[in-house]
């Protein structure tokens, strides 16, 4: 018989989702968990085997078994989502019992403290489907790759999607200039130099500038021109861990950092002209960034050299084609005010931005 011994979850409407279901009669295990859960923002429910109510087993986010009540959990119908948590490094037979029950993960304390407390959090923050993440750089100096990453984002946004702008050239002047946002509030890239670990997706949000009904992560005017890989790591996982898209404006050079956000992407565009000038340096940005990028698509841009054209340049670069990117003139107004690229919806550049998402998101839907 199953015995609920504390920490059950908030009633409904209270406004916390629901946190792990904990499985053990070890009071140091279970302390242990109690711990991490705490420190990941959760509130557990603790049973000593498969709770009797239905809906116990089945509709918890996360079900943490202790490696002593998996002889407890052998027979219970198979879900995702079950970790077995114990301590002996030593015990191969613990592989053995997370087959038995179908467990998705073993994890052995105190080794794994991190990774749960990370997987707790996702669990708080009701993480579904990572954002579809798109990476934007230019196969040549000024092919319009900013331009281009501003009007992903701002189409998408416009389509009601939850989306994020993140600037990854601190040589580029900011992309929040490009919007219109230099003096929004907000903080920008040298403010998480040394961030470390997790940080909140929703926390992450909130305090980054909203402009154009997106928020753009972009860099200041100050003197700092990096941030250490970790915080990149640390920063793109909180990008993309809620639903919708991220946009990535990407530098023409590979570092530590630039790597950590490639390793991150779903799909690149390399932005190339029509000059067999700019096909050559796209070639060799092609051959560089994908050695980290395996997605990686050409956007071609006009006007073309005698003899090319959009599919000729895929053809010549060895990519596949995701369209020509239209030029839209006006961008910049003659009293320096700034229009967003593909504001309103509207014009060449919204429409291939609106088919581009249409695409990419339908693929994402169907892998």
């Not at 402009?211 to 909180?238: F, I, M």
Request: overall charge negative.
């Amino acid at each position: 018989m199953s015995t609920t011994v504390t920490h059950d979850p908030p009633p409904p409407g209270h406004g916390r989702r629901a946190g792990p279901l904990i499985l053990t009669e070890d009071p140091d295990l279970l302390d242990d968990l109690l711990r991490l859960c705490a420190a990941a923002g959760a509130t557990a429910e603790v049973h000593h085997s498969v709770p009797e109510r239905t809906d116990g087993w089945e509709a918890a986010p996360l079900v943490l078994v202790g490696d002593d009540a998996a002889g407890r959990v052998r027979g219970t119908a198979r879900r995702r989502g079950v970790v077995l948590v114990g301590r002996d490094q030593d015990d191969p037979g613990v592989w053995e019992r997370a087959v038995r029950i179908g467990a998705d993960h073993v994890l052995l304390l105190p080794d794994g403290e991190q990774w749960l407390v990370d997987r707790i959090a996702d669990v708080v923050e009701g993480v579904g489907r990572p954002a579809l993440t798109v990476g934007v750089l230019g196969g040549r100096g000024g092919a319009g790759a900013s331009t281009l990453a501003c009007a992903l984002a701002v189409t998408s946004a416009h389509e009601g999607l939850r989306t994020l702008l993140v600037d990854a050239d601190p040589l580029g002047g900011g992309l929040d200039v490009l919007l219109g946002g230099e003096s929004a509030e907000g903080l920008r890239w040298p403010a998480f130099a040394a961030s470390r670990g997790r940080l909140g997706a929703g926390a992450l949000e909130e305090s980054l500038p909203e402009l154009h009904a997106l928020r753009v992560l972009s860099w200041d005017r100050g003197d700092r021109l990096t941030v250490p890989s970790q915080a990149v790591r640390a920063v793109l996982s909180a990008a993309r861990r809620r639903s919708g898209t991220v946009v990535v404006d990407l530098p023409r050079r590979l570092d530590d950092g630039v790597a950590e956000v490639l390793a991150q992407i779903d799909i690149g565009l390399l932005v190339v002209p029509g000059e067999l000038r700019a096909v050559a340096a796209a070639g060799r940005m092609a051959s560089t960034v994908g050695m980290v990028l395996r997605d990686l698509r050409v956007a071609a841009r006009g006007p073309y050299a005698p003899g090319l054209h959009d599919r000729e340049v895929a053809r010549l670069l060895g990519l596949p084609l995701a369209g020509e990117v239209p030029v839209e003139a006006g961008l910049l107004r003659p009293d320096g005010s700034k229009s967003p690229p593909a504001a309103g919806g509207r014009g060449p550049l919204a429409r291939f931005c609106k088919g581009f998402w249409e695409r990419a998101l339908t693929e994402a839907n169907a892998a």
